[in-house]
């Protein structure tokens, strides 16, 4: 089912490239690093806050054991991070190897660092490692050569300037202008990569280690092992684009610990207390603009798993995991996992909570009012979630949100995240009393809002635009004319390599598509991207694996923080069954990565519903345990010059419901659920075949009736009548007024 444009108008479309200014931060996330990693927070362990200063072999082989067997690690706890203190020192800071970097301490870690690595993978689970910016001081004393050069430690080392540093001190900046300086922090990286290490954290960063942290991400990207990067403590907002541009965490503020244990170092009970976790409120509020998929704002660790000997109420507890969660931060626990207490478990392993921290949005506060405060985030499928808090220390408090600042107006169906009780349909605004510490997480679907209902169809509708060719209207003049607010914008292909490319040409990220991409998001929308089509070089087959496939997938969806991907399979991407079982094994692969993310595939189909290669794709997503969300058939290019296109559209729709419901068991509703069509509007690309207004009608009532999962059309740009000729890019070739075609289809909200 082809989707077919015109060779002069796909090689205009190349040359289209426009510099446009970024949007602010408050509109749109400054653009992530590109590093791959990250599309959602990490959530593991930390050895920081219990363990502290002792760290040793047996200590985290525990608590490896204990994420494991406590089925914390099934909820998608899987970092076991080895902190500060694993190093050996002596009188004059770390000692180091031969290379100049440092030795860990072999009273601690007799087998060494690997080994404990090694021990962690054995458990399906991944290590995090520490080290903080310079070089050491015994370093420099021995002039120690830089692995793999001619250069020396005092060829690099500013021994003017001392780095911070918590355990052995004794660290001298490194001068990044001199020969040398960038491979000796490669050097130490592929060292840390040969361990067998996943994520790093790079203590004690300020803006003058910004050479450093750009040290860091080329050395890490250069190690030859995927490594998550993470910058601490307490780093300064002002520079808040530039982590972002290079680190996929950073920690916004100085520890949670309040360090008032009975221990060396105030070490040991209480880990913390409400006063350092309620300071993070602020901090999240301030911090929120710069999250999104490929990095997140880092509160520090989640002091949850010990009850209430940790220095927090259950209450306060319940507060600290929903705004760790409302702000889509790392969730890193700081509790023995050795000794995890009952109802701290169940808090944990709530997977509601955990949900709303990996669906990839940080939520804003909307209400800040002595001890009350609101949380608000808008989810992908439209429902909104809620966070009420009442964060003083004595006192109960009335929190009250009316729905217009969360963000619709009319009623909301309410379930409780929390307890996961249904609390049925409130009209205008919600109010809980609570304890102090207390909170209350809610989600809310918009119910009964004309505005909501009639103005702004999302995922759902998402009709195709093509900005590479086709005279492309302005996507928010299109919103403003219809209340649309997303689209699906296509397509993505491969520029010969298995690297994804607007149209095969046009860079992800830097030009007028990001722009647009921005623009829309300003206005309040947001985008599924498309990849495929019938034309130029496909993804899945100059892809080599489903693994290689899956990394291009990831670059598109980090590139924007998508919450939904397209994948257009048509032509020979389409006839070729190994192909298939790639595209279906890399979705696989990207939904395990991206919790929430929505997949959907969009192929050709008869009359009667998806042919033998159709029924043989769902049969392999469904054989492979692919839980795909919505299978989209493009219900035209029929032949024989078909006019009654809205009927013979919810006939195929039924074939595709049937075979659906078959192969992966579903009842009817939910078989509906998991469904879509794409038709094309106006003339099509056989001879004589016409898609009406009132064939749109038609399948908005199917939609309607049946509650599909997506109801679109090829395409916005063709949405128009013809000013001359019958430019298919461009016009629909049929009589009518702009937009005529997407405004049947907006009135649908799924």
Known sequence: MKRVRTLTAAVAGLLVAAAVPLLSTAAQPAAASDNGRAARPAMGWSSWSFVRRQPTEAKIEA?????????????????????DFWQKCDSNGFVVDSYGRWTADTAKFPSGIKAVADYVHSKGLKFGFY??????????????????TSYHAKDIADTSKSEKNYNCKNMYYIDYGKPGA?????????????????????????????????????ALRASGRPITFALSNNLPIADATTWRGLANSWRTQGDVECYCGPGDNGSGYPLTDWSHVSKRFDSAASWQPYAGPGGWNDLDSLEIGNGDQVGLTADQRRSHFTLWSMAAAPLLLGTDLTHLDTVDKAMLTNDRLIGVDQDGVAAKRILSSGVKQVWSKKESDGQYVVALFNTGTSGNSTVSVDWSQVGFTGSGDVTDLWSGSHKGVIANSYSATLRPGETRLIRVKPVNSAKSAAASPGFAVAPYEYLGWGSPQNPTSVMSATGVKWFTLAFVL????????????????????????????????????SVGGWSGNKLGEKCSSAAALAGAYQKVINAYGLKALDIDIENTEWSNATVRQRVVDALKTVKANNPGLKTVITFGTTTSGPDSTGADMIKRAANSGLANDVWCIMPFDFGGGATNMGTLTTQAMEGLKAKVKSVYGYSDATAYAHIGLSSMNGRTD?????????????????????????????????DRACVSGTD???????????????????????
């Not at 903080?132 to 004393?141: S, Y």
């Not at 009532?701 to 509650?707: D, L, R, T």
């Open 686 to 718: 056989d001879s004589g075949e016409r898609v009406r207004v009132a064939d749109f009608r038609t399948m908005l009532g199917y939609a309607q009736q049946h509650h599909i999962g997506r109801l679109t059309y090829w395409s916005v740009n063709r």
């Open 131 to 148: 080290v903080t910016p310079g070089i050491a001081k015994n370093a420099v004393l021995k002039n120690t050569p830089i692995e793999g």
């Open 728 to 750: 298919g890019d461009a016009c629909s070739g049929v009589s009518q007024q702009p937009y005529d075609y997407l405004k049947v289809f907006a009135q649908y909200t799924g």
């Open 494 to 529: 491969s520029d010969g390599t298995c690297n994804p490319k607007w149209d095969g040409s046009r860079p992800l990220t830097g030009g007028d598509d990001q722009a647009k991409i921005n623009a829309i998001r300003a206005a309040g929308g947001d985008v599924v991207v």
């Open 182 to 218: 960038q491979e000796f922090v490669n050097s130490w990286a592929k060292q840390f990569a040969s361990w067998g290490v996943d994520y790093l954290k790079i203590d004690g960063v300020g803006s003058q280690d910004v050479p450093d942290v750009q040290a860091w991400d080329k």
């Open 63 to 83: 608590q490896a054991d204990a994420l494991a067997s406590s089925g914390l690690k099934d909820h998608g706890f899987v970092y076991v991070n080895l902190d």
